[in-house]
């Protein structure tokens, strides 16, 4: 069973189509990539699997349970958004990280609080706290900035910043995890640094979505492909297939503008 099925999604703004008729699936520790020209509807794909848009067509299933079906619309507490969203971790292009907290307080912060739901918070809130504390300096660790656990953003590089953001998403432990051109907004000295972290994540079979411009590393990292034009999926498949060998004509004009190196 795929970890993730989304079927005939379509999404409007004003009586303009950006998303038409998207459908797609994603096995457990798969990587896909989604590419294509700015306004093809990739960033609107990402909002709407992170319920930050509402699809007005279309279905999205994680692990077999149906999570959005705007055939039935239901008007949904906090609670249950955020129980939705929690599948899914989002990584953007501008960092947006909290200025005022630490690189480890920013990776915690949602983790604490959702904590405070926990039936056993007020009994057991100190140890509670030490275990996120704890789960946070892992992480950071894990992107290579356990030396940086105390510092402020503005005490770091983009790429640090941008690490800081990957493993904040990581904290709650998504089923999958979003990007959307997460090298966008860096100097391309920085590009390779957080290029590296995403491919350890890939090597550990991390499931995860990219939305990205660097079409070599979509090319060795992602299993699938999903090139996208004018809101419409124009082609997908493997991703070396894809890259190397596309079928669709707009796919290779498209590609032709990239040198793979």
């Known amino acids: 069973m795929p970890i993730l099925e989304v079927e005939h999604i ?3 703004f004003e009586g303009t189509e950006v998303l038409k008729d998207i459908s797609f699936s994603l096995e ?3 990587v896909l990539s989604i590419i294509g020209s700015s306004g093809s509807g990739k960033t609107t794909l990402l909002r709407c699997l992170n319920f930050l848009e509402t699809p007005n067509q279309g279905t999205i299933a994680v692990n077999g349970e149906t999570i959005f079906d ?10 249950e958004l955020r129980s939705k969203r929690l599948h899914f971790g989002m990584v953007f292009q501008a ?3 909290f200025p005022q907290y630490t690189a480890l307080e920013n990776v915690t912060l949602a983790e604490k609080l959702l904590a405070q739901e926990r039936p056993d918070y007020k009994q057991n809130r100190k140890q509670i706290l030490v275990e996120i504390e704890e789960h946070g300096k892992e992480l950071l660790a894990q992107m290579g900035l356990a030396d940086r656990t105390g510092h ?6 983009g790429g640090q910043q941008q690490r800081v953001a990957i493993a904040r998403a990581l904290a709650l432990k998504p089923d999958i995890l979003c ?3 997460p090298t966008s907004a860096l100097d391309p000295e920085l590009t390779g640094e957080v290029l590296r972290v995403i491919r350890g994540l890939a090597d550990q079979k991390t499931t995860m979505i990219i939305v990205t411009h660097e079409m070599a590393f979509a090319r060795d990292v992602a299993d699938q492909i999903i090139f996208m ?3 419409y999926i124009v082609e997908q498949g493997d991703a070396k297939q894809v890259i190397d060998h596309p079928k669709e004509e707009r796919t290779r004009q498209f590609l032709s503008r990239y040198s793979q190196g």
Do not use: I
């Not at 705007?70 to 609670?79: E, H």
């Not at 402020?152 to 590089?157: E, F």
């Open 95 to 97: 960092f947006h990280l």
């Open 152 to 157: 402020y953003p503005h005490q770091l590089s």
């Open 28 to 30: 457990k520790s798969q």
């Open 10 to 12: 379509c999404k409007s």
């Open 179 to 181: 990007f959307d051109e």
């Open 70 to 79: 705007a055939s039935r619309p239901v008007k949904m507490s906090d609670k």
């Open 229 to 231: 034009d004018d809101g």
